[in-house]
């Protein structure tokens, strides 16, 4: 049978995700109590309210987070999203915060998703999350648009270097099409090939990041 491994965050009333942008307030729209009013004795429901920027949790960018003529969540293919055959790099951070092409090099990565396990989840929700984390390099993202890959996922902050205003990493591969999917976790518990991921979000028109419940499929 197969196994399935959820490397997606648990969102949470009051959780920071993203330095500077803030928390979802999860909330009653309709509490039982109240719904009572609404139905025959015995029944109740609860309808819930919940206010979130985009960038929340594990969330996937599609090229419209970047470009205003890029596709939107909307527009993203399942093909792109979902069920997709992946590999796993490991990143040793001994080696620096930076993953170099090199990373990837000799790897089969046409058409998969891409994930790179840095282990930096091990700090999520902590101080330290938000500082000194690894990223990818520019000439990383270029190597993995030559090499055809589908999707790029990993376990940090950002995939690219937050210590400067650019970002070329969103730059290069949301300009070619390939999704991204940051705040990934529990990748450590995956081996390196031989298992299908997906990461599919809520499919709304001209908007370009939205959380998602990313999982691997181990067969």
């Given at each position: ?5 959820d490397l ?16 979802p ?14 139905y ?6 609860h309808?819930?309210k ?7 949790g ?45 990373a ?5 990565l ?15 929700r ?6 000194g984390?690894?990223?990818l ?10 090499a055809?890959?589908t ?12 210590d400067?205003?650019?970002r ?36 709304v ?8 419940r ?6």
């Open positions: 049978m197969a196994q399935f491994i997606s965050h648990i969102v949470e009333a009051g959780m920071i995700t993203y330095k500077g942008l803030p928390a307030i999860i909330c009653d729209f309709l509490s039982r109590e109240a719904s009572r009013n609404n025959a004795e015995g029944t109740e429901f309808i819930g919940i206010e979130l920027v985009a960038n929340t594990t969330y996937l960018d599609s090229p419209f987070h970047r470009f205003a003529d890029g596709k939107d969540l909307s527009e993203l293919t399942l093909t792109q999203i979902a069920e997709l055959e992946a590999v796993l790099i490991r990143h040793d951070l001994a080696n620096g915060r930076a993953i170099e092409a090199e990837f090099a000799g790897l089969d046409k058409g998969k998703a891409v994930l790179v396990n840095t282990n930096w989840s091990q700090h999520w902590t101080d330290q999350y938000f500082e984390h690894p990223y390099t520019a000439a990383a993202a270029e190597y993995l648009v030559q055809q890959a999707l790029v996922g990993i376990d940090s902050y950002n995939i690219d270097n937050t400067t205003n650019t070329p990493v969103h730059t290069i591969l949301l300009g070619n099409n390939i999704p991204i999917v940051e705040h990934l976790c529990q990748l450590d518990q995956l081996p390196s090939s031989g298992f299908h991921f997906s990461a599919v979000p809520v499919k028109k001209q908007f370009g990041t939205f959380p998602v990313a999982y691997a499929r181990i067969d």
